[in-house]
């Protein structure tokens, strides 16, 4: 349906395109695939028919000024009709729109043309092709969504794509390991049915994420969930294709690079949700610099050559060894029961109805620092020298996991993290019966949500060649 076409200029009242964009929001769920693909095309073959329709509404809209006043018109200057100009100049006055968004510089409600509809705006592309939403009635799409969420008791997960729910890569960029990914005829075929897909015409394959189906089957019972990543458009809109193809989950919402309102970052001003009912998941942090307390960091998803060359792994991937991860213990089984977690606390009955007062990031917070409460970490040749150990990200990892860190050690001390078991400190540990592990213990912590037997990550003996 096209927003242009159906909105209200007609209507005298203030809450008209409110009112349009609250219904044009809800019935997104609800949109029949088939009609949707053919607007989507609508739009791409045919941009000249969204000047026809602003058109169509500017000329509805004088039409309508022009009624008004021949209607007010009477013969002869009669009082009655000096009565009703003052009545009506009076209600023009008390009616003056404040443009609560704009479709090609024309406000939706009114529509008056305008070259700076930027400043106080922002664009929303994903719902509506050229769409742009006041600040103030971004607020207050929000504060009304949110009031709808909490009376179904759920709350907002935006998700990452690429290394988060599935893998991507060329085909060029195969390595020679994974030539039976192309082969029909292989037995591992069977295994990657529902989970591989070849993409001839954007030259790429695709490889889901082990639990990803079951995962956002059961996420969608306490999640309204969104799309959002730096991919291009087109290839976020065929991802959310293979992830859910009966538009169940995330129908529009879909937010892809070109809708990021900052240059190599992402944010929630794009999405019409409440920060405090908001969690993300995604493998990049650094992305996410205004909202790391909305953030559940997850472990990448290297299936295929290419993605562990991307980020300097030198270990084959799990493609070229014919392996995959677990779906029962794998990242997503693991951080739906964090999400769930959280879900329930938000929502706990024993402290009170009044949903809206609370804070879904207090309550990840909360999770968080329960995997290593009890621990008290001392680094050893982690930090680079005369580096400020507190701000390094593997100190502030700790103290968010709930540890305890410290440049020296004492008795209090559990365990010495270290890249070297040569140094004072790892030699200290050994002697007095400490737990001395390397940093990916800490790491796996993050991602696992618990803390792991610290025998699985020994710190080795750094030899020095002369």
């Known amino acids: 349906m096209s927003l242009v076409d159906e909105s209200p200029v007609n209507s005298s009242s203030s809450d008209d395109f409110a009112a349009f964009l609250d219904a044009e929001l809800d019935s997104t769920s609800d949109t029949n695939p088939q009609q ?17 329709e602003i058109n169509a509404v500017i000329e509805r809209t004088k039409r309508r000024k022009i009624i008004v006043v021949d209607d007010t018109e009477e013969p002869n200057g009669s009082t009655s009709h000096i009565v009703q100009i003052e009545v009506t100049e009076t209600s023009v006055k008390e009616d003056i729109c404040i443009h609560p968004g704009f479709i090609g510089g024309m406000c939706i409600k009114c529509g008056e043309k305008t070259d700076d509809d930027t400043q106080s705006s922002v664009a929303f592309g994903y719902i509506h092709k050229d769409l742009r939403l006041a600040n103030d009635e971004i607020a207050r799409l929000r504060d009304r969504d949110l009031k709808n969420l909490l009376r179904h008791k759920k709350l907002y997960l935006v998700l990452d794509l690429d290394h988060t729910l599935l893998n991507s890569t060329r085909f060029s960029d195969l390595a020679q390991d994974e030539g039976y990914l192309l082969n029909p005829n292989d037995p591992m075929q ?29 996420a969608s019972n306490y999640f309204e ?33 070109g809708d990021c309102t900052q240059r190599h970052q992402k944010g929630l001003d794009v999405v019409l949700g409440q920060e405090n009912a908001v969690l993300i998941l995604d493998d990049t942090e650094q992305v996410w610099s205004k909202h790391k307390d909305n953030l559940i960091s997850m472990e990448r998803y290297h299936f295929f050559a290419s993605s562990c060359k991307q ?17 029962t213990d794998g990242a997503l089984a693991t951080v739906l029961k964090v999400l769930k977690r959280v879900h329930n606390m938000f929502y706990d009955s024993e402290l009170g109805e009044n949903f809206a007062g609370r804070d879904a990031r207090q309550m990840l917070r909360a999770v968080r620092s329960e995997v290593l409460k009890g ?42 993290i270290s890249t070297d078991i040569g140094t004072e400190k790892s030699r200290w540990a050994i002697q007095e019966n400490k737990f001395l592990v390397e940093p990916r213990w800490l790491e796996a912590a993050n991602f696992l949500w618990q803390r792991l037997p610290e025998e699985s990550f020994p710190v080795k003996d750094v030899k020095v060649n002369h």
Not at 234 to 249: I, K, Q, S, T, W
């Open 36 to 52: 949707e693909e053919e607007k989507q095309e609508s739009d791409d073959d045919d941009d000249g028919n969204d000047d026809d």
């Open 190 to 218: 069977d295994a990657l049915k529902g989970s591989l897909f070849k993409l001839p015409f954007m030259n790429m394959v695709t490889k889901l994420r082990p639990f990803v189906h079951t995962f956002l089957k059961e």
């Open 225 to 257: 969930m969104y799309i959002y990543t730096m991919g291009e458009r087109a290839y976020a809109l065929e991802m959310a294709n293979l992830l859910d193809p009966g538009r169940v989950y995330f129908d529009s919402k879909v937010i892809a690079q």
């Open 311 to 327: 980020f300097g792994y030198k270990s084959k991937s799990l493609s070229e060894l014919r392996s995959d991860e677990s779906d």
């Open 375 to 416: 621990c008290k970490i001392v680094f050893s040749r982690v930090f680079p020298t005369k580096f400020q150990a507190e701000n390094h990200h593997l100190w502030m990892l700790a103290e968010r996991l709930g540890a305890t860190c410290s440049t020296e050690v004492d008795s209090s001390v559990t365990h010495v």
